[in-house]
């Protein structure tokens, strides 16, 4: 038997995460570690015994997946920060190999990824943003990774599907029994055009376990992990402990103090274990290397950023509400009186002051159009 086959056998019978089965394979190789399972007494090797490998490599290929391991151009080198690392729940290690469905390099897209991941039970605001950060990421060149369940995870993924950059979805359960079952019209959207990770084997069903096995391998794939809902108990909250673990980037967007899904965001925040980001300038600032100059979001200019020197200060004494003789406005800007009178004339025509009946200046009502010094208009306070 060669040692893909022996990979896949032994990933099709050993549950995920386990680091001793990874560790033997890396020192005695696949089909040697294969083959004494086999020998072996207990429940495992009886479910080895019970495996026909053709007919995992025919179920394979029925469901038009692929199996990729370690030294495929198409695996993800970054995951091999899981051999070794910290346990999560008693589970840790590299994968043995990967189910994989779609055209695209998993590699590639895991290199630049960004993982968002979140509550089930999201709220609206929470999709708005999972799926705002989706498209945004996607449009500036980087895939979102997430899990594919009900809430952030599937607002994250079509957010990236409107995008340009494709999405990766890494599921707990084989890649031909698509769950939640209601997202198999999503799973066939990413599939054609991004892709579907499994560790599982075609025929396997998500159990607790798989999810938080699953979870180590979206933090892997991604240098940074946003965390965008999250009750206090919440499966995300593990995909954030893993990326910690794993030296990852950590990030997370604030919600209203009064919903439940904001504790945990809240609390990673307020202990320094995230990073607060309002939007994608901020996640993609936070991931951009080192001496590349940062993303910022423009600034808004108003008319009012042309006023320096005597015309700033004496606008600036013009009072909200109310109006004030040219005496006084002199008096608070510091200025004399007929500089006062012959700089609120030239704010009078750039439509930043007025002049009432009594004699007194103010400022125009809300909505009227300013002019600036570049002829351009802006619509005042």
Sequence with gaps: MDERLARMCLAAVVEPGKPA????????????????????EGPVAARARRLKPDELLARTKAAQLRFVVPGDIDWPPALA?????????????EPLGL??????????????????????ASTAYGDTVAADLGAELSEAGRSVVSGGAYGIDAAAHRGCLAGRTPTVCVLAGGLDRPYPPGHRPLFDRIAEHGLLVSELAPGEHP?????LARNRLIAALAPGTVLVEAAARSGARNTVTWANVLGRVVMAVPGPVTSATSVTPHRLVREA???????????LELLSPLGRASPRMPRERRPTDDLVGDDLRLYESVPGRGSLPAGELALRAGITVPRCLALLDQLAERGFVA?????????????????????????TR
Excluded: M
């Excluded at 089965?21 to 072996?40: F, I, N």
């Excluded at 159990?207 to 999810?211: D, E, K, L």
């Design 21 to 40: 089965t990874v560790e033997a394979v890396g020192a005695l190789g696949a089909a040697d570690v294969w083959a004494g399972l086999l020998r072996r």
């Design 81 to 93: 920060d899981l051999a070794g690392c910290e346990q999560v729940n008693d589970l840790s290690g």
């Design 99 to 120: 189910w994989v469905r779609g055209s695209g390099d998993l590699a590639a897209l895991s290199f630049s990824a960004v993982a968002v991941v979140g509550s089930r």
């Design 207 to 211: 159990t607790r376990v798989r999810f």
């Design 273 to 283: 274990e995230a990073v607060l980001v309002r939007s994608s300038a901020d996640v």
């Design 355 to 379: 002049q009432n009946l009594l004699g007194e200046w103010h400022l125009p009502p809300r909505g009227v159009q300013r002019v600036r010094g570049d002829g351009s208009s802006s619509a």
